[in-house]
Structure formats: C-alpha cells, structure tokens
C-alpha cells in the first residue's frame, strides 16, 4: 500500500516477474473504485476516499482469495477513468495486491501474509507521479499538482494512518546527485511478523547495508550507491536462506523502467527480495499445515527454525 | 428459471412490484455471462452453455446473498450485448433470481427457498420471444427463428433438465381464442415444500380452478377465462393464509404489458400469488428462527402450522 505514485508498481512487477503469472494473483485495489472519473468529479470526492470505493467488497474479496475461492474482480481502467468488463481470477499460490485502502480496516489486513507499506518523501513521490501521470495518463503538470493539492486531506486521514498497520515500511530517498536507479532505501522492519535475519550481511556501514536494531524495529538502509559486489553478497545471503524456492532465481529483480530504459537499481532489489523472503516463508508456513505468516502455530514456527538454521 | 422468452420477467415484475424496491433484489443471471456476444459468436457457443457462463462465481454470489452479505455484480446488457460497469447489491429481505441455468448445480439449487421453473409450450415461447426480441432488442423474426435453431441443442441438453428440481413448474397454454391476457395456467405443485392447500378453493371444475391430486404432487389448472368474480374469490383466500403480510395487498398482480397496453391477467395473477405465498412464508420462518422455506426444522414448522391454521 502507499499513495499515489509512491512506487508500487515498480515494486510488485518485480515479484510477478519472479514468481511467475501462472503462479501469482496480482491487483490493484483502485479496481475496487465506487466511481468512475466524472462521477468523482461530479460528486467532489477523491479516490482516497473510503466512500469512493468498495470497501466491503474489497474485504470480501480477499477474503475469498485468502480461502483460496475465485472471485469476479471489477476493473478499472486509468487511461479512460472508467470501467471495464470484470474479470475472473482464480486462486493461485501468492497474491499480490497493491493499492491505496488495502489496510484500511482490520478484516482486510487481517488476510495479508505480510503488509508492505511505501512511503517516500513527499518530493520524491511527486516527481514519480509526474512522470508516470503524464507519460502514461496523459495529464500535464499542473493538472498533476492540483489534483495531489486536491487529495492531500484525504491522503492525510486515510492513506498515510495505514503505515502504522505496516509489518515492513519501505522509504526510497534521492542521496547526493543519486539517479533513479541508485536511490538509498530504508526499510523499517517490524517484528508483527518473523523478519529475516539480516545481521549477518551489515557491511563496513560505510556506503553499504548499515542495520538500526530497535526493540521490536530495525531500520535497515541500503546505499543507493553499493558495490555491485557487496549487493550481489547480500543477495545470495538472503537467496540461501530461500534455499527451498531455489527454482525462483534469475537476475529480474531489481528492474527500474525510466522512459524506454530498463536501469537495474541494486538497493530495489534487496527490498524486493526482502519481500520475496517473506512470501516464500509464508506459502511454505502454509504448506506445512500452518495458517499463514503471521499467525504463530507450528506449521509457521517449523519454518523459522529451518530458516534460522540456514542463517547459522 | 426457463428458457429464453418463457416469461421469467412477466412474472418477477409483478413481484418486485408487490414487495417494493426496497424489500427485494431481484436481477438475472444473465449477468454472469463469461463471454459478451461478438466473443460468444467467434467461440461459436449459446449463452445457454455453461461455459458461457461464471457458474461457479454465480454460485458464491448466490450464497453470499443468502448469507445476508453484499456482492458487486457483474452487468450484462441485452441491448449491446457487452458488459457495464458491476453495481453494488446490497443484503435484502428478498431475492428474486431469474435465469437460464440457476438450478445448473447442487450448490446453486439449495441458495433458494422456492425454485420456480417456467415451462410454456415451445411455440408460446416462440411467439413470446419473437414479440420481445423484435420490440426490445432489435432482431428479425429470421435471426430470432436462427437463433432459436442454434440454442435448441444446448437448451435440450441444459435448460430443460432442470426442471426437474423445481418446487413449482408453470405452464401457460394458450386456450381456443385465448388472448395473451386470457391465458390457461398450470402450476404442477411438488411437496419439496410445503405448499400451500388450496383444495378449498377448487370450484365448479367448468371454467375455474381444477386440481389434480397425485402422491407427492398436484397440478392445478387455472382457466384463463376464469370468472373475475370467481378469481378474486381464491385471491383473497391464499391472502387470508397471508394474513401476517397484509400490508403487502395491492391490486398490482396480474399485471401482463403488451405493446403500449397494459392488461390484466387474472391466471397470472393467481400464479404470482402463489409464488409471493412462499416467499413470504419462507421469510416468516427465518424471521422465527429457521434457516428457510426448505429446512424441516422447528421455525418452518411453526409458520406451517399457523399456515394450517389459517387454512382450517
């Protein structure tokens, strides 16, 4: 979850990409939209309004998903504003949902393994949001801005409350002269469900990965401008605790499309695994009899062990 | 349910009417068609099929309203023949569901406390038909016949069958010289459910109501020429059975629109009347505690004794 422009979707195409379609569920939930784009502006209400989409529905259909039922999912098309026929989706093995109210009441958040929050600076969400609104949305600038002055009331009620409900809030930050593809990240892991143990990896904490431990946090920052080397290391660490979903591995993570370029950001793709980790750990959780990630049976508890004994 | 151009409508419209907007969703499952019509005509299949259509999602949507929950409904428009954008259907005292294949599968058929299936001879559906799908839906009498010649396969094979799991199968007949007001009627009534004992209401067995009794089913034939006198007389009998929901008397049933003219049907009327005795019946017995019309259990007992008592 994380507002408009906050960088989902850069986030989750890597995870569908690895995953692979035929084994992952992958939505927004502005699909879920009460409204279509004149209706809003008829009515004056945003699209971060609770009362702009359907709620309920939303929590049912997750629910469903979670239960491994099909749903019939609404569709909602951002070039036109409007909506198209729904679509069948199926259960498949993970599901991936991003969006703006996917945390915004305690049933839903109740049906994610894990709960991933985006929150850039403000300036930094504003310049994505501008790129991707008017290359691929056709707004210009200045529509741009006075739609994000229209919504930030609601951003401020309903969006940015959600990283309280966060188990890993992930924060990418412009360093000095940094590119797009060699942003900082910081990543605040909450101990709501079992965390990787990163320790292990903590470089020099000169330009590298420098871990903060909290009492039930840490903070765990990645220089935008690692070493291709120590990122690799750090990867590996982390794909050797995944030794079970081996098959998963190729070199796709990481991927940062700017206009027609394709940049590989290291920093992206440590959250991204970091991320990975977790789904993995939670089908396995899940495979093993228990109910999930976050809820502590023994299906889940097997799994940390074997995850800790790998870290030894 | 019934086939195309049975005369679903005609008779959910009077009991929409009767219960009032606010009391009953009613819609069809038309809606849940998997394939809009240029897709159904390059797949070279009839709506008729079930693999034209989202039974399964039918089937959790049929559920989850019985269960009191909302569902986002999909939206299929026969004057198009595409998608709309899905509505938000909200839990009320009421459902009414027309359709094709809604007694496709067991998880469907026990959705539904009364199950209704229209069955008028094949050449009254072909006029029936031809009458809508020229009026309302711009066809030729040629492409309606077309039509028809390509379903009959898959009504055969899909649509028919079901009426064997119906509680109450209604045949109209078009009699010597019937106006399409005046229309014989036959309810073939099964004891599935209670039903109601309307062996005090047979008359003279000339032109009124006939029933034939059998072991564990009754067919009673409503003549469309029925003395008005004669009709209102039985109509106020099954309301005295009613008498818990006498706020629900109007003079609307009965009510058949041909053309620009609006006529009243006296058969209709009776039939609409037995159907809304069961859902209000039903209704009484979940609001006493049972789980429905169907269930033999202690709440559905109790409004049938009152029924009995009603009937003495």
């Not at 994380?2 to 990409?17: F, M, Q, R, V, Y």
């Not at 000095?176 to 910081?186: T, V």
């Not at 935008?224 to 190729?250: N, P, T, V, Y």
Request: hydrophobic share 35%; net charge negative.
């Amino acid at each position: 979850m994380g507002d408009s422009g906050a960088g989902k979707t850069t986030i989750t195409a890597g995870l569908e990409g690895i995953l692979g379609e035929d084994q992952v569920t992958a939505f927004s939930t502005d699909d879920y939209h009460r409204y279509d784009r004149e209706q809003r502006a008829e009515i004056g209400i945003t699209p971060l309004h609770p009362d702009a989409n359907y709620m309920d529905i939303l929590s049912q259909h997750l629910t469903l998903l979670r239960q491994g039922e099909p749903i019939l999912k609404p569709v909602y098309g951002h070039s036109g504003g409007t909506f198209g026929p729904p679509v069948y989706v199926g259960s498949k093995p993970f599901a991936i949902v991003e969006g703006l109210l996917g945390y915004h009441d305690e049933g839903m958040r109740d049906c994610y393994d894990l709960r991933v929050y985006l929150a850039p600076p403000e300036e930094l969400r504003l310049k994505w949001k501008l790129q991707r609104d008017s290359s691929k949305r056709g707004y210009t600038e200045d529509e741009v801005q006075a739609e994000l002055d229209k919504r930030e009331p609601d951003s401020a009620q309903f969006i940015r409350p959600q990283e309280r409900h966060a188990d890993v809030v992930v924060s990418f930050k412009e360093g000095e002269g940094a590119e797009a593809h060699s942003l900082d990240a910081e990543m605040l892991l909450r101990d709501t469900v079992p965390q990787p143990d990163l320790s292990p990896l903590i470089g020099s904490g000169e330009r590298g990965i420098t871990i903060d431990e909290g009492d039930s946090e840490r903070h765990v920052n990645i220089a935008g401008d690692i070493e291709s080397e120590q990122a690799s290391e750090i990867e590996e660490a982390i794909w050797e605790k995944l030794h079970f979903a081996s098959h998963l591995r190729s070199e796709r993570l990481g991927e940062v499309t700017i206009g027609d370029d394709v940049h590989r950001s290291e920093s992206l793709a440590v959250v991204q695994l970091v991320i990975l980790y977790h789904l993995v750990t939670a089908k396995a959780a899940v495979a093993l009899g228990g109910s999930g990630h976050r809820a502590e049976d023994e299906g889940s508890a097997a799994v940390q062990e074997d995850a800790a004994t790998v870290e030894q």
